[in-house]
């Protein structure tokens, strides 16, 4: 069976992150291992609350990689993994989306400098698009690649699913949505009863996000829940960059709620309050004196 669904970093947390510990009777899985912060958001640099969760949340994603037996990276954005600390991945099974193909040349480049990073460290190293790994009781099964979004300029996902005992959990990674039917096709044939979606990117809506991508995220999202055996549907990341969430997605609240189908945020998964501290970074430069903390800020890059 799955002992425990996780969530370690997500936006609803306060930083840019989907990574996600997952336990099973025989194996632990980390999703995406790495976290971030928007370098600009409102024309403003992060706020100190921002940098002081940032680390928090990193030391908790470290604390449980090490405890991890398989480590999983679903794209080359700096929120998903981090380059800059290989240790990670000595001595784990890693998973990793393809390097060379149906990736834009940002992430190919990107996963140039992670690979030649962790080079010599992980005990073993596959690459998931499109394939199934079994250990013991576990399965686990990747999507072969769908775009970062509603279109090829952001690259390329694999979408994840843990399987063990009978019971699925179901990681979307960057989708956006989900709006295009490659995205949607993977969940609808995994059925899992857990599921963790990016969800649509309303906080560009209009402008790097259209208002027919997410109709169609909606109807995708509706269909979710209609056909398979879901109970728990969480949206996040992208998602809760809207102060406005949940007014966007009105039609899957009603008929999750006819299914009995549970739709959260990460955080409230977790047992945690929401905080979403980018969607409110204007606030909190107007609330709190930026003085009175003391942060170690490090570069941000561009996810």
Not at 50 to 60: G, P, S
Not at 87 to 105: A, C, M
Not at 220 to 249: C, P, Q, S, W
Request: glycine letters at 6%.
């Amino acid at each position: 069976m799955i002992k425990k669904i996780l969530p370690l970093g997500f936006d609803s947390f306060g930083v840019r992150s989907m990574a996600t510990f997952v336990e099973t009777d025989n194996l632990k899985i980390l999703i995406d291992p790495g976290v971030s912060l928007a370098p600009l958001r409102y024309g403003l640099e992060p706020h100190p609350l921002e940098w002081q969760r940032l680390d928090e949340t990193w030391e908790v994603i470290k604390q449980y990689a090490e405890e991890s037996d398989v480590l999983v990276v679903t794209h080359y954005h700096y929120d998903h993994h981090d380059p800059d600390y290989p240790e990670l991945y000595r001595d784990k099974t890693v998973f990793i989306k393809h390097p060379t193909q149906n990736i834009n040349l940002s992430q190919k480049g990107r996963a140039a400098y992670f690979l030649e990073a962790i080079k010599g460290l992980p005990k073993k190293l596959e690459i998931a698009d499109g394939k199934s790994f079994t250990f013991g009781e576990t399965t686990i099964t990747f999507s072969r690649a769908v775009c970062h979004g509603t279109n090829p300029k952001l690259g390329y996902v694999t979408e994840t699913c843990i399987k063990c005992g009978g019971e699925k959990f179901l990681h979307t990674s960057d989708v956006e949505g989900p709006s295009l039917e490659d995205q949607i096709a993977f969940i609808l044939e995994q059925k899992p009863e857990t599921l963790f979606v990016d969800g649509p990117m309303t906080y560009m809506l209009g402008y790097r996000y259209s208002f027919k991508s997410l109709e169609i995220s909606n109807a995708n999202l509706v269909r979710a829940i209609k056909e398979g055996g879901l109970h728990t549907l969480v949206l996040d990341h992208h998602f809760l960059r809207d102060l406005n969430y949940k007014m966007r997605i009105k039609t899957v609240y009603e008929e999750a709620k006819k299914h009995g189908v549970k739709v959260t945020t990460a955080a409230e998964f977790a047992g945690r309050k929401i905080e979403m501290l980018e969607a409110l970074r204007k606030e909190l430069y107007a609330k709190y004196d930026v003085k009175e903390f003391t942060v170690k800020k490090r570069p941000l890059k561009e996810e």
